[in-house]
């Protein structure tokens, strides 16, 4: 599939597929007029249009003038979107991406028709300011498709392919895991409010806190027990802090968080 003009259609532009525009504009992947996003009321994309950016309340005729189609409504949405473009996806000519958690590449095929390339892409919210840790997999796609779903996907953060049986522990991991990691962080600058510290101090210093600690596993290839092994020493205020938030089941109550989303991320679909 050739994709020199990259006519991309976002089908469903919320936060993801409207932060993915943006970033692909960014990072010259293609122009505002190369990208089409959709929208049930359009006014509401009145300013993306100022900026180049073509929109449209129509997904059919959006689909069928691209040659790349990203899926980025709800779940429950998606039966119907995928009746609205039906008969204007071309397998020969189209890609299709989807962001929905909780649906499988079959799933969508079986709507679709089943010569149809489809990639799945788990991105996170930090994709609006280019950070996302992003999962792709697919259980037909050809390398050349992986690779240009890769690379759009790398204009907004980090990229990593997994198998598509592990894409809804992906959501869990990368996608809930942003709002577990910031309630660690308001966690902490509450407990700075407790010990002297003003409410927006104390977050200032717990974000930062918390962006180096993880800028140090990522930049240095380490691991968090050698990282944690650097700041413990024996009777210290360290290991009396960390045994205490383990005594009270800090590492438990993470692991247990993570398995139930990845639960609940695997029904999204079948209970709508």
């Given at each position: 599939?050739?994709?020199?003009?990259?006519?991309?259609?976002?089908?469903?532009?919320?936060?993801?597929?409207?932060?993915?525009?943006?970033?692909?504009?960014?990072?010259?992947?293609?122009?505002?007029?190369?990208?089409?996003?959709?929208?049930?009321?359009?006014?509401?994309?009145?300013?993306?249009?100022?900026?180049?950016?073509?929109?449209?309340?129509?997904?059919?005729?959006?689909?069928?003038?691209?040659?790349?189609?990203?899926?980025?409504?709800?779940?429950?949405?998606?039966?119907?979107?995928?009746?609205?473009?039906?008969?204007?996806?071309?397998?020969?000519?189209?890609?299709?991406?989807?962001?929905?958690?909780?649906?499988?590449?079959?799933?969508?095929?079986?709507?679709?028709?089943?010569?149809?390339?489809?990639?799945?892409?788990?991105?996170?919210?930090?994709?609006?300011?280019?950070?996302?840790?992003?999962?792709?997999?697919?259980?037909?796609?050809?390398?050349?498709?992986?690779?240009?779903?890769?690379?759009?996907?790398?204009?907004?953060?980090?990229?990593?392919?997994?198998?598509?049986?592990?894409?809804?522990?992906?959501?869990?991991?990368?996608?809930?895991?942003?709002?577990?990691?910031?309630?660690?962080?308001?966690?902490?600058?509450?407990?700075?409010?407790?010990?002297?510290?003003?409410?927006?101090?104390?977050?200032?210093?717990?974000?930062?806190?918390?962006?180096?600690a993880a800028s140090l596993l990522l930049q240095q290839n380490s691991h968090p027990e050698h990282e944690i092994d650097k700041v413990t020493s024996p009777k210290g205020c360290t290991i009396a802090g960390l045994n205490?938030?383990?005594?009270?089941?800090?590492?438990?109550?993470?692991?247990?968080?993570?398995?139930?989303?990845?639960?609940?991320?695997?029904?999204?679909?079948?209970?709508?």
């Amino acid at each position: 599939m050739k994709t020199e003009t990259k006519r991309t259609a976002i089908l469903g532009s919320g936060n993801i597929g409207m932060s993915l525009a943006k970033g692909l504009v960014k990072a010259d992947y293609c122009k505002p007029a190369d990208i089409t996003l959709t929208r049930r009321n359009v006014q509401r994309l009145d300013t993306v249009s100022a900026q180049g950016f073509q929109v449209s309340s129509d997904n059919y005729a959006a689909a069928a003038g691209a040659s790349i189609v990203i899926l980025a409504v709800l779940p429950q949405q998606l039966d119907n979107l995928l009746e609205q473009i039906d008969g204007a996806i071309d397998p020969a000519k189209h890609l299709v991406i989807s962001v929905i958690s909780g649906v499988s590449c079959a799933d969508i095929r079986a709507k679709l028709g089943s010569r149809v390339q489809v990639v799945r892409a788990m991105p996170n919210t930090a994709i609006a300011i280019g950070e996302s840790m992003t999962c792709v997999a697919s259980d037909n796609a050809e390398a050349e498709n992986i690779a240009e779903v890769t690379k759009m996907f790398e204009t907004v953060g980090s990229v990593i392919k997994i198998n598509e049986d592990l894409m809804t522990a992906a959501t869990a991991l990368c996608a809930c895991g942003v709002a577990f990691f910031l309630r660690a962080v308001r966690a902490a600058s509450q407990g700075g409010v407790e010990i002297g510290f003003h409410a927006d101090e104390a977050l200032r210093m717990a974000a930062q806190t918390a962006k180096g600690a993880a800028s140090l596993l990522l930049q240095q290839n380490s691991h968090p027990e050698h990282e944690i092994d650097k700041v413990t020493s024996p009777k210290g205020c360290t290991i009396a802090g960390l045994n205490e938030m383990e005594h009270n089941g800090f590492s438990s109550s993470m692991i247990k968080g993570i398995k139930l989303s990845a639960q609940k991320a695997g029904e999204l679909y079948t209970n709508d």
